[in-house]
C-alpha cells in the first residue's frame, strides 16, 4: 500500500532552516510527481511545491519562491523540502502527497512553528 512518511519538522527561530523529508512507499515513486502542500492553524491546506518525476521541473507558490527548494532522490524514494529564511507565516502542518490512479494520498504531516 501506498506509504508517506514525513519528518524533520520542529521549532525555528525567524530567518532559521529546516528540510523536511517524506519517504515514500508501495508504488514506483520515480513514475510520479511529488507535492508538498501546508495547512496553518484554522486555514486551508495549500499547495506550497512540486516536483516532476525525474525532477527537472519545479513549481512554487509565490509566497515561498527565492527561499524554499524542492528536490527528490529516486534511488531513496524520498522527496525533501529545504527551507530558508523561515518566516512566522510559515508556521503550518507539512504534508506531501502523490496521486496513483488518480487518488490521493498524504502523509500524516509533520508541524513547523516558526517563532522567536
Known amino acids: 500500500q501506498v506509504q508517506l512518511v514525513e519528518s524533520g519538522g520542529g521549532l525555528v527561530q525567524p530567518g532559521g532552516s529546516l528540510r523536511l523529508s517524506c519517504a515514500a512507499s508501495?508504488?514506483?515513486?520515480?513514475?510520479?510527481?511529488m507535492r508538498w502542500y501546508r495547512q496553518a492553524p484554522g486555514k486551508e491546506r495549500d499547495l506550497v511545491a512540486a516536483?516532476?518525476?525525474?525532477?527537472?521541473?519545479?513549481d512554487y507558490d509565490d509566497s515561498v519562491q527565492g527561499r524554499f527548494t524542492i528536490s527528490r532522490d529516486n534511488a531513496k524514494n524520498t522527496v525533501y523540502l529545504q527551507m530558508n529564511n523561515l518566516k512566522p507565516e510559515d508556521t503550518a502542518v507539512y504534508y506531501c502527497k502523490v496521486v496513483v490512479y488518480n487518488r490521493e494520498y498524504w502523509g500524516k504531516g509533520t508541524l513547523v512553528t516558526v517563532s522567536s
Open positions: 508501495g508504488f514506483i515513486f520515480s513514475m510520479y510527481t
Open positions: 516536483i516532476s518525476t525525474a525532477g527537472r521541473r519545479t
